[in-house]
C-alpha cells in the first residue's frame, strides 16, 4: 500500500514539475514570430465600408447617435429570448461591421455554432475589419490547433487568452489536476463576462456563451437563456470594459503561451479548416436569414424599445484588490438595487445560491413593514445543470422562504411554453427517441472541465469517477425520455422600473471570483417587457412552485425545530424531512389564477409533486442528500 501511495506522490510530482516548465523567452519570441509571419494581409475589399452587409441593425446604431446628445443620450434595446434569434443576430452583426469587433466570453466551443461564428470572424477580418478575441482560459477552444491556427490566420485578427494558469491556453486533465494543486486561487479567479461589439455603436450582452446548447441547437439538452441587444453611446462603456481586458497583463496573445508556442515551433502555422458541420442545412438556413433585410427589421428593429436611462456596469480585471478610483463591483451594484425595492424583485438565476451579503439585503428587505414581493426563477433538479449547485440550494430553502419571503418557481425540464425553435433553425427533434438515446452524446466543453474539477479533487480515484457525484455539472436522469431545457438566464426587474441583464448568477462566485457585467435599464416599458418575459418561465406550464411541505400529524413542533437546527449546520445536515417541496397548480373554477405559496388558499390550488419532480432517483438521489449534509463550505466557489 505504501508502495502505491509513493508511486502516486511521484507521478503527481513530475505532472506538477512538467506542468510548470515553460519554455525560454527566445522560443517565445521565435513563436510569435512564426505566428506573425504567417499572418496574411490579403484584404478582399477595397471599399470604405469593408464591403459590410447592408444591416437595418447597423442602421439603428447610427440613429441612436445621431438622435443622441451629450445631456440626452438616446438608445434601442431588445431582449433576445429564442436561442436561434440570438445566433442570427451575432452573425448579422459580424457581417455589418466596417471597423472593428470585440468579442469576450466564458465559453467558445468547437461545434456547429462557435465555428460558425469563427468563420465569420475570419471572413470578417478579411474583409478589413479590425477583430479581437479574448477569452478565458478554462473554456478557450477545444484544440491547441485551432488556437495556434488563429493565432496566425490574418493581421487583423488578434486572439488572446485570459488568466492562464500554467502558461497554457488549455489544460488537459491532468493538468488541470497540477494547477488545482498549486495554483487553486488563480485557477477559480475566471472571466465570466459576455460581450460581442460592432463599430463601438451596437452590443450584444447576457448569459449566452459560444456552444450549440445555447442555441437550441443540441438534441439533448438546451438552454433557456436570454441576451440584450443595445444600441447608443453605452456602447462606449462596453468599449471601454473590454479595452480594460484586453490590456490588462492577464490577457496573453494565444502565439506566447507554452502550448501553443510549443505547437508552432513543432508544425508551423496550421490549416483552418475544420470538421464538417454536424447539420450543414441548419447553418445554410441561417445563414440565408442572415441576408434577408426585411426579416432582420422585422425580428430585431422593429421590436427594439427606445429607451432612457441605461447604464452598463462591469467589473474590471483588478476586481481582486482595491480599485484606486472606488469604483464599485458589478455584484454590490446590484445588490443596492434590489435593496431599492419598494414593491416588488423578480430575480431569475439558474442557480439559487446566495452570497452573505445578499442574504443580508433580502432578509433586510423583509423585515420591513410592508416588504417586497420576492420572485424567484430559478432550476428545478430536473432542469439543472449543476445538480452540486442545486443540492446546497436545497439546504436553505426553509430560509429563502421564511426568513427571505421568497416566491421560488423552478424550471421544468420540459416547459410547455418558452421560446423555442424546434424548425429549421433550432434542435432536432424528427429523430427518434430511441435515436437519440442511443447515439454517442458530445461531451461538452462545460462537462469537460467540470469532470476536470471533479479529478482535481481526487486525482485517479476510480471512486471519483463512479461515485454518486460523478456527473455533478451534467443534467441528472429523467423518469422520461426527450430534448430537456434547463435555465441559464441571468436577469432582474425592481418594481417594474429598472430592468437588468447580464452575466451575474448573483452568487458567491459572481461577487468574488468571477469578473461580471450587465446593462441596467432604468425605463418602465423595458422593465415591464422583461418582467413579461421572466414571468412567463414562471408560469405553471413551466415550473413548479415551491411551498411548505404539510406538517407531521406526530409532534410537528419537535420535527420543524431539528430541521431548523440541522439546516444552520456547516455539515451534518442529516434531518431528512426539509421544509418545502414541488407543487403543480391545478386550475378550476375556484382557481382560476395561479397563487403565492403564502396565500390562504394554495393548498386548495396546488397538488404536491414531490421533492424531485421528473427525476429518475438512482445514485443521484444519494449524491444530493450528501450534497446537501455535507457540502456549504462549497457555497463559495459554485
Not at 455589418?96 to 465555428?115: G, K, M, P, V, W
Not at 455533478?472 to 430537456?484: D, N
Request: hydrophobic letters at 40%; one cysteine or more; charged letters at 25%.
Amino acid at each position: 500500500m505504501k508502495f502505491v501511495r509513493g508511486r502516486v506522490l511521484l507521478a503527481l510530482a513530475a505532472l506538477l514539475l512538467g506542468g510548470c516548465a515553460s519554455i525560454s523567452p527566445q522560443q517565445r519570441e521565435a513563436a510569435a514570430g512564426v505566428a506573425i509571419t504567417a499572418r496574411s494581409t490579403q484584404i478582399d475589399c477595397n471599399q470604405a465600408n469593408a464591403c459590410a452587409l447592408a444591416s437595418p441593425l447597423h442602421e439603428m446604431g447610427e440613429r441612436a447617435f445621431a438622435e443622441s446628445t451629450p445631456t440626452s443620450p438616446k438608445h434601442y434595446a431588445r431582449i433576445v429570448d429564442g436561442g436561434p434569434d440570438a445566433l442570427l443576430a451575432r452573425i448579422h452583426m459580424i457581417r455589418a461591421a466596417r471597423r472593428n469587433i470585440d468579442l469576450q466570453t466564458y465559453i467558445f466551443d468547437e461545434d456547429d455554432s462557435a465555428h460558425l461564428v469563427l468563420d465569420e470572424l475570419q471572413a470578417a477580418a478579411f474583409r478589413g475589419v479590425k477583430v479581437r478575441v479574448l477569452l478565458d482560459q478554462l473554456s478557450a477552444l477545444e484544440k491547441v490547433s485551432t488556437l495556434a491556427a488563429f493565432a496566425a490566420v490574418h493581421a487583423n485578427f488578434e486572439l488572446r487568452v485570459y488568466n492562464p494558469v500554467l502558461d497554457r491556453a488549455r489544460l488537459s486533465t491532468p493538468m488541470y489536476t497540477v494547477a488545482a494543486a498549486c495554483c487553486w486561487d488563480k485557477l477559480n479567479r475566471r472571466m465570466h463576462n459576455k460581450l460581442l461589439l460592432v463599430d463601438g455603436m451596437l452590443g450584444i450582452t447576457g448569459g449566452r456563451n459560444y456552444q450549440d446548447d445555447y442555441y437550441d441547437w443540441d438534441a439533448a439538452y438546451n438552454f433557456r437563456d436570454r441576451d440584450l441587444l443595445i444600441a447608443g453611446p453605452v456602447a462606449r462603456d462596453m468599449g471601454a470594459n473590454f479595452d480594460a481586458f484586453w490590456r490588462s497583463p492577464l490577457s496573453v496573445p494565444a502565439e506566447r503561451l507554452g502550448d501553443v508556442a510549443r505547437f508552432l515551433l513543432a508544425q508551423g502555422a496550421p490549416p483552418l479548416p475544420h470538421e464538417p458541420y454536424r447539420k450543414p442545412e441548419r447553418v445554410q438556413a441561417l445563414l440565408a436569414q442572415v441576408v434577408d433585410g426585411p426579416l432582420i427589421r422585422n425580428r430585431f428593429v422593429e421590436p427594439a424599445l427606445s429607451v432612457q436611462g441605461v447604464h452598463f456596469i462591469g467589473d474590471l480585471p483588478d476586481k481582486h484588490v482595491e480599485a484606486a478610483d472606488g469604483t464599485a463591483k458589478a455584484g454590490s451594484v446590484l445588490q443596492q438595487l434590489i435593496a431599492s425595492a419598494r414593491h416588488e424583485v423578480l430575480l431569475q438565476t439558474p442557480y439559487l445560491v446566495l452570497s452573505k451579503p445578499a442574504q443580508h439585503v433580502f432578509r433586510s428587505l423583509h423585515k420591513q413593514p410592508e416588504p417586497p414581493r420576492v420572485l424567484i426563477s430559478t432550476n428545478s433538479l430536473a432542469s439543472t445543470d449543476a445538480f452540486i449547485a442545486y443540492a446546497i440550494s436545497r439546504k436553505y430553502k426553509r430560509r429563502y422562504m421564511r426568513d427571505f419571503g421568497f416566491e421560488i418557481h423552478e424550471f421544468k425540464p420540459f416547459p410547455a411554453n418558452v421560446p423555442f425553435d424546434p424548425g429549421p433553425l433550432g434542435a432536432d427533434l424528427q429523430a427518434p427517441v430511441d435515436e437519440v438515446l442511443a447515439a454517442p452524446r458530445r461531451q461538452t466543453m462545460r462537462e469537460r472541465r467540470l469532470s476536470q474539477r471533479r479529478l482535481s479533487e481526487a486525482p485517479g480515484s476510480e471512486a471519483s469517477r463512479n461515485s454518486p457525484f460523478s456527473s455533478g455539472g451534467m443534467p441528472v436522469r429523467l423518469q422520461r425520455a426527450g430534448m430537456r431545457m434547463g435555465l441559464h438566464a441571468k436577469s432582474m426587474v425592481v418594481d417594474e422600473r429598472v430592468g437588468v441583464v447580464g452575466t451575474h448568477n448573483f452568487d458567491p462566485r459572481g461577487d468574488t471570483l468571477n469578473t461580471e457585467s450587465a446593462v441596467v435599464i432604468a425605463d418602465p416599458a423595458f422593465a415591464r417587457q422583461l418582467a413579461a418575459s421572466i414571468r412567463g418561465d414562471m408560469a405553471p406550464d413551466n415550473a413548479w412552485t415551491i411551498g411548505r411541505r404539510d406538517s407531521s400529524p406526530i409532534l410537528p413542533g419537535v420535527e420543524f425545530t431539528l430541521a431548523r437546527v440541522s439546516e444552520r449546520m456547516p455539515i451534518f445536515d442529516l434531518w431528512p424531512i426539509k421544509y418545502a417541496t414541488s407543487y403543480q397548480f391545478v386550475p378550476g373554477p375556484d382557481c382560476p389564477r395561479p397563487l403565492s405559496p403564502f396565500d390562504a388558499d394554495f393548498r386548495r390550488c396546488y397538488q404536491p409533486v414531490g421533492e424531485f419532480p421528473e427525476v429518475d432517483l438512482g445514485l443521484k438521489w444519494l449524491g444530493v442528500r450528501l450534497f446537501t449534509a455535507f457540502g456549504a463550505g462549497l457555497s463559495p466557489i459554485l
